[in-house]
């Protein structure tokens, strides 16, 4: 059963899930995003005292908080006890794209699991002025973007448009424009 479940499943199985939750939270009123659990904790930390957009009831999201810990603790059972024995296999375009860059894909996964790149994901590397870019910079980019977008990627593509929401696909679309400028200006000016 362990060999079954470790390895690699289809995409569709991943759809059907994600469809069948976003029926249940429609049917329930609620709506998913991840970084809305980012406000709760922040309100729960007792920022509302200080900033009055922290200052709402929070256990209104109990379930999201709920849902973030199983995603952690999910995630790390998965990656510890039921990770694949074979790397995920990443087309021969984005290997030779990473290549011209010079980051090489791993190929094992003590390389790093088959996706995860050790040039750029490595305790030293966040030392580099290339780490601190990509790391700080970028991070902080993705909090001030999901805040001002008012939700975060999985928010907007998954419950935002599921419930035919004009502003989510705005967001989405510029998501994509975003990534878009990164992966073909931004990455290449960062590692060349």
């Known amino acids: 059963m362990i060999e079954f479940i470790s390895q690699p499943w289809h995409w ?19 709506r998913f995003g991840v970084s809305s659990s980012f406000k709760a904790m922040c309100a729960i930390g007792g920022a509302g005292s200080k900033f ?15 849902f973030v810990v199983g995603s952690i603790i999910g995630g790390g059972i998965a990656s510890t006890f039921l990770g694949s024995s074979v ?13 011209a860059l010079g980051i090489r894909a791993p ?19 966040l030392a580099s002025w290339q780490g601190i870019v ?19 990627t999985s928010g907007h593509a998954i ?14 679309i510029g998501f994509f424009i975003g990534g878009l400028v990164m992966t073909h200006l931004l990455f290449p000016l960062i590692f060349s």
């Open 12 to 30: 569709s199985i991943s759809g059907a899930m994600i469809a069948l939750v976003m029926f249940l939270l429609l049917y329930l009123g609620e």
């Open 52 to 66: 009055s957009y922290f200052n709402y009831n929070w256990k209104d999201h109990d379930w999201l908080l709920m």
């Open 87 to 99: 790397p995920v296999l990443v087309s021969d375009a984005t290997v030779a794209d990473l290549a």
């Open 107 to 125: 190929q094992t996964l003590s390389e790093g699991a088959g996706f995860i790149p050790e040039e750029i994901f490595n305790p030293t590397y």
């Open 134 to 152: 990509v790391m700080v910079v970028g991070g902080f980019l993705i909090g001030f973007g999901t805040r001002w977008a008012g939700g975060c």
């Open 159 to 172: 419950s935002g448009l599921s419930n035919l929401q004009l502003p989510s696909l705005v967001a989405v």
